[in-house]
């Protein structure tokens, strides 16, 4: 394309000459025919050196004599630069003669199901959706319209999943929640009845996990992105367009507002409620709600300023240590049998 195609597509200005552009790279690494970003500060000195053909910044920072695409928020326009030449992974269309779709199953217009798809009865799913090898669509789903499910993703029966979602390899949705009850004679399997719950233009990554309910539904809000290896166990709801990083577990029947932002291997209890943008750092314990608009850290969780302070201390603990013991030895006085200090 044209750079000024480009900017035309994603509604940019640019400046400079109006060269053809066939790709996106870094800074570091882009040729005369790549567009490359400048995304933060510390990148400045590779702007002066790059040799790409066009570079995507703010207007401040745009180098005389390069072709640029002027940006008013780089982060988001670089997004819709690069979907441009991202290339749809996949090689082939309509219905495999190797997938398995049940008599009272339902595929609507324009679906792709790759070899050893199998969609079971009264399962339905939506026009334009793409499922790849290896994919298991159980009884009484809903898959929406234009879904991408990648290799080897499980979908157990009854699990209804929105319009737009990607679900990653290895992702299974609607596994049994974990229940049990004890009886005389070890753990007793609690019956998981209920299903999952998926909305819209939520992508769920690789290998993670969402149980089913016990009764009612395990929810996932509008937009919601899921990292790999994510655990959410049953009757859990989140809210839309919440963000939860890899290695999160989240314990049955807890509830996210809206916004909310989990960070890597953040662990949850049950039965706790997480107010609209509460925001939690990595690694940390939640045991308690957390009211909405909270940022909280540390495990059991503290206040994100108390966090830091505590993160900043607990190097200096060692010397802090040994002075206390040197100021109680000061403070006992002499040594009552000998005398001395």
Not at 158 to 173: D, P, S, W
Not at 207 to 224: F, P, Q
Request: glycine content about 14%; aromatic content about 4%.
């Amino acid at each position: 394309m044209r750079l000024s195609e480009v900017a035309g597509k994603v509604g940019l200005t640019f400046s400079g000459h109006d060269i053809d552009v066939g790709g996106v790279n870094t800074l570091a690494k882009a040729g005369a025919g790549d567009i490359a970003p400048l995304l933060h500060r510390k990148y400045l000195p590779q702007l002066a050196e790059t040799q790409a053909g066009a570079v995507l910044c703010e207007e401040k920072f745009a180098p005389e004599g390069k072709s640029c695409l002027i940006a008013k928020n780089p982060k988001l326009d670089w997004a819709r630069v690069v979907a441009l030449f991202a290339k749809p992974q996949g090689c082939l269309t309509g219905v495999s003669p190797q997938a398995y779709v049940h008599p009272e199953a339902a595929v609507g217009e324009g679906v792709t199901l790759y070899p050893f798809v199998f969609i079971g009865a009264r399962a339905r799913v939506g026009a334009g959706s793409v499922l790849f090898p290896g994919v298991y669509v159980g009884e009484d789903c809903e898959v929406g319209a234009n879904a991408t499910l990648y290799p080897n993703v499980v979908l157990m029966a009854g699990t209804q999943l929105g319009e737009n979602a990607i679900v990653h390899a290895g992702a299974v949705l609607g596994s049994d929640g974990y229940g049990y009850a004890q009886g005389p004679q070890g753990h007793v399997k609690v019956p998981q009845v209920g299903n999952v719950v998926i909305g819209r233009d939520v992508e769920i990554g690789a290998n993670a996990a969402i149980d089913r309910a016990a009764l009612e539904s395990t929810k996932v809000g509008d937009g919601t992105k899921i990292d790999n290896l994510v655990q959410i166990a049953h009757n859990v709801e989140t809210g839309r367009h919440c963000l939860i990083i890899s290695q999160v577990g989240i314990a049955g029947s807890t509830k996210l507002g809206n916004g909310v932002v989990l960070a890597g291997q953040a662990g949850l209890r049950d039965n706790i409620t997480l107010g609209d943008g509460v925001q939690v750092a990595a690694q940390s314990g939640i045991g308690q709600d957390i009211p909405a608009g909270t940022i909280v850290g540390g495990s059991p969780s503290m206040d994100a300023g108390t966090y830091l302070k505590v993160s900043l201390s607990l190097p200096k603990l060692p010397e802090l240590m040994r002075r206390v013991r040197r100021l109680e030895k000061a403070l006992e006085g002499p040594d009552k049998e000998t005398g001395h200090e």
